[in-house]
């Protein structure tokens, strides 16, 4: 499908060139768009087969608005007003009459009553005036919102065609939350109180400014930010300065993004209130909710449709100010449920709001739009299943004993004894097959492969080792119950060579403590296992952690925190050399390597390659809760489970490439 993408962009001040940047990345390996990002490019509509319209209330969308109106396509509505970009497309031009035909046009003798009045500059053109989406809702083709309150309002608004209901993207973001808080002079444990976007009064700034100050006479050390451009026309900084609040509010003003970000993070708590509202989402309060942060909202408009548990909500009016400093006073005090409803609005967002949901909404909108067939969200439907065969019934994972019954020699009961935790945790996760089912286990030693036949049923084993491409070899190992297990080992270069298998043959991959050896091209890997599992296929991954405790204590006392980063001296007399570990990984890293290679995240786990206790990292422990930095996926090891949903999204991803 091809899609013309008419929207502005990064650098312009609009919190929608944001978004558009955002969505643009997930559309763009599901369609082939072109963007027009200014009011100059040409465009042919007959070169696409649609084209959608983020239109915006000021005057960065005024090329968007008036080519909606000659070549009609799907309207994305941010808001139920757009009064302020009319009013710039009129007014700003010096055209008065203009201004009156499109009140009068949009509310008839009533509207035209008030732009009259806005004309003699009785009242000025805002939200209490007309809604002036008249006009652009009569031409749209479809029409794309955030929120059940936003289709209401489209629906009073007479528009009566084809319309969407598709989520505000959620930027999932990293922070230095320690690092900003340095920047602002305050320690690790000061609560940080912040509001974010432009300081206009519709922000209940006011309100909560006055709630803050009550706050602050029972947490003298409490202190607020105010992240944002301030209004001309609201005098804050003397607003703080009459409650007495100076010494603990301070308004840093416009942020670029990075640091606006970093400001997000070194928050505690985020106040996004507003009120009133025309049905506006929020991008700050989208970035503070994939922050992991305890968020009030007014409980208004689309606000009030996010869930109960991931967010505090303050109607407006008699009793706001109260609410706001009872729920301020709740978190400060109780940091523990601050983080735990962050730590539900992080996995909300995550889940209900990642982009690719998002683009995967948008794509299907456009086609159905496209080929005037009802739309049927993407959200509903099933991850494609298994492509033969009925789901297997769950078995019972393989114990340490029966592992131990296939060690052959001494060396191989070694290496099982050294990684036992690991070798029965891997078969824990590993789904079970069926006799249709066919497994591949790279990098294969036969410690584990007989139980993957055996004990979890697949029909077909295979595996495969590093060695000149075209070898196979027939390998067996009895039991010490004399079962014999046989299965064939394929050589190939895991990270140059086309792998010698059928698309989508395999039902699930086993790449156990290998990644971390390659040296040049990891997701070539990544690519090849993608091709040969089959459409809802399961790639299970285990590797060292580089960011586990025992990495953090290294490096805090200045040693090297890999796990295994030595080099490894010849063996005696054949001059060969095992390979060593060439990178290690962090758990996000792990995560992002699935999902940048068309997987979906089902199990990320660490834990001990052995099940020892290590109470020496206990000070690690309470270094990290007393900086606010995450305690889990501490463990020696990896453990990762990724369901195969679609082909490879990032081939180069940035964050592993140069």
Not at 380 to 388: C, T, V
Not at 509 to 520: A, P, R, T
Not at 565 to 589: C, F, L, M, Q, T
Request: proline content about 7%; aromatic content about 10%.
């Amino acid at each position: 499908m091809r899609i013309a993408f008419f929207s502005p962009l990064p650098p312009a001040r609009s919190g929608i060139a944001d978004y558009s940047e955002a969505l643009l990345a997930a559309m763009r390996p599901r369609a082939e768009v072109e963007v027009f990002s200014g009011p100059h490019q040409p465009f042919d509509p007959a070169g696409f087969d649609a084209a959608v319209y983020q239109v915006g209330n000021n005057g960065y969308h005024g090329y968007v608005y008036e080519t909606a109106l000659r070549h009609p396509g799907i309207v994305v509505m941010h808001e139920s007003n757009l009064h302020h970009l009319i009013a710039d497309l009129t007014i700003k031009r010096g055209d008065w009459d203009a201004y009156l035909r499109e009140c009068e046009y949009d509310g008839g003798a009533g509207a035209l009553e008030f732009a009259q009045k806005v004309r003699r500059l009785e009242v000025g053109p805002d939200y209490e005036g007309v809604p002036m989406t008249r006009r652009i809702l009569q031409s749209a083709r479809g029409v794309i919102v955030h929120s059940r309150f936003m289709e209401a309002e489209m629906r009073a608004a007479k528009y009566t065609g084809p319309c969407a209901v598709i989520p505000h993207g959620a930027w999932i973001p990293e922070a230095d939350r320690n690092g900003f808080r340095h920047r602002l002079g305050l320690d690790e444990r000061t609560p940080l109180i912040g509001v974010f976007g432009f300081l206009k009064p519709y922000k209940r700034i006011a309100e909560s400014l006055r709630a803050f100050r009550r706050l602050v006479r029972l947490v003298p050390n409490a202190k607020m930010i105010l992240v944002g451009e301030p209004h001309p026309e609201f005098p804050i900084e003397s607003m703080i300065r009459s409650m007495g609040l100076s010494g603990s509010v301070r308004v840093l003003g416009f942020a670029p993004i990075g640091d606006f970000v970093g400001y997000l993070g070194a928050c505690d708590i985020v106040l996004n209130l507003r009120y009133p509202t025309v049905g506006e989402s929020s991008g700050t309060l989208l970035r503070s909710l994939g922050l992991g942060k305890a968020v009030l909202v007014s409980d208004v408009g689309s606000f009030g449709e996010f869930p109960d548990d991931v967010c505090l909500k303050v109607p407006v009016g008699a009793g706001e100010e109260d609410l706001i400093f009872e729920y301020l006073n709740l978190l400060v005090s109780r940091p523990d449920v601050a983080a735990a409803l962050g730590a539900r609005a992080h996995e909300f967002v995550a889940r209900e709001c990642n982009w690719d949901t998002v683009a995967e909404q948008y794509v299907a909108f456009l086609e159905a739009v496209a080929s005037g067939t009802p739309y049927r969200s993407p959200r509903r439907e099933p991850l494609p299943a298994p492509a033969a065969g009925p789901e297997p019934a769950a078995v019972e994972p393989p114990s340490l004993d029966y592992l131990r019954g296939w060690a052959a020699g001494d060396a191989a009961l070694g290496y099982l004894n050294t990684h036992q935790t690991r070798l029965v945790k891997t078969l824990a996760i590993t789904p079970a097959g069926g006799p249709e089912d066919r497994v591949l286990e790279m990098g294969a030693y036969l410690q584990i492969t007989p139980a993957l036949r055996n004990k979890l049923g697949y029909g077909e084993v295979r595996g495969c080792y590093y060695g000149k491409p075209g070898r196979t070899d027939e390998r067996s190992v009895t039991s010490e119950d004399g079962d014999t297990f046989t299965c064939f080992i394929d050589h190939f270069d895991a990270e140059k060579d086309p792998y010698p298998y059928p698309d989508g043959h395999f039902s699930t991959v086993l790449c156990c403590e290998l990644i971390e050896h390659l040296f040049e091209d990891p997701m070539h890997l990544m690519c090849e296992v993608n091709r040969i599992l089959k459409p809802g296929g399961h790639f299970v991954l285990t590797t060292p952690n580089v960011a586990s405790a025992r990495a953090v204590a290294a490096i805090l006392q200045g040693y090297h925190p890999g796990f295994f980063h030595a080099y490894i001296k010849p063996a005696a007399g054949s001059g060969e050399v095992d390979a060593r570990h060439n990178r290690e990984y962090a758990p996000r890293e792990i995560h992002q390597l699935l999902e940048n290679s068309g997987f979906e995240v089902t199990l990320l786990e660490t834990g001990e390659f052995r099940d020892e206790p290590h109470p020496e990292f206990g000070w690690v422990y309470h270094l990290l809760e007393r900086y606010r930095l995450a305690t889990n996926l501490r463990g020696d090891g990896i453990y990762a489970v990724g369901r195969k949903t679609g082909g490879v999204r990032e081939r180069y991803p940035g964050w592993l490439y140069s």
